[in-house]
């Protein structure tokens, strides 16, 4: 069965600081993946999205960047962190189809709390 | 990607069923409305999607009208651990399968 881990779970970080989240997924090949953040009381925001290896789509600019380094790890990094930054940050993957049963349906991680004070 | 309508907020007894509209009056015959529901500082978890016909999975029954410009999510008996905030999403299932969040519904269950 396929399975989704992301780290750390929670951390704090000073700003200036830089970030590395790490999300990889195992029993699947080829998916696609993302990034969404969720600010405090606030909806969630798609950041980066990947349909293969060094391929990313930035969302919306902003203070972080993405990178797919093997087939199924995602890394979320930034080289100096801002107060603007803290958020959950969430981890997702799914497999592209076309209608097929379970096509393009996104599972999450359990997602990183960044605090940055 | 078609924009979706939801109440902000609703709420539900304990054992009562849940039915949580959702209206996309501008969507298109070929996307698909998704259901997706959030708990309290967890990631978000599929619940059901369909195109035209109604579906129901062991978590829930999605009733989709005729004229598809809105559903209802239905949980038939709502439990405590269904209290969450309910999104639906409309969206293409072949393109680059991105998937955009609203504000969603935030369900409240109560005993």
């Known amino acids: 069965s396929q399975t989704i881990h992301q780290w750390p779970a929670t951390l704090v970080q000073p700003v200036g600081s830089p970030l590395s989240l790490e999300c990889t997924v195992e029993g699947t090949s080829n998916p696609n993946l993302y990034w969404y953040r969720q600010a405090a009381g606030r909806g969630l925001q798609l950041l980066f999205y990947s349909v293969g290896i060094g391929q990313i789509s930035s969302e919306v600019p902003q203070n972080l960047s993405a990178s797919r380094p093997q087939d199924r790890q995602f890394i979320l990094s930034s080289k100096k962190l801002l107060l603007s930054d803290s958020g959950f940050y969430l981890c997702?993957?799914?497999?592209f189809g076309q209608g097929a049963p379970g096509a393009n349906v996104l599972t999450f991680g359990a997602g990183s709390r960044l605090t940055v004070l | 990607d078609a924009k979706t309508t939801q109440p902000p907020s609703m709420d539900c007894a304990e054992g009562r069923a849940a039915n949580l509209p959702c209206n996309h009056s501008?969507?298109?015959?070929?996307?698909?409305v998704y259901w997706y529901r959030q708990i309290h500082s967890q990631g978000p978890q599929y619940i059901i999607h369909g195109l035209k016909n109604n579906e129901t999975n062991e978590m829930a029954s999605l009733i989709i009208t005729e004229d598809r410009k809105s559903s209802t999510l239905i949980l038939p008996h709502a439990t405590l651990r269904d209290t969450a905030v309910y999104y639906c999403?409309?969206?293409?299932?072949?393109?680059?399968?991105?998937?955009?969040f609203g504000t969603g519904t935030r369900l409240q269950v109560f005993p």
């Open positions: 997702a993957w799914s497999v």
């Open positions: 501008t969507i298109s015959g070929n996307e698909y």
């Open positions: 999403i409309v969206r293409r299932s072949y393109n680059t399968d991105k998937l955009i």
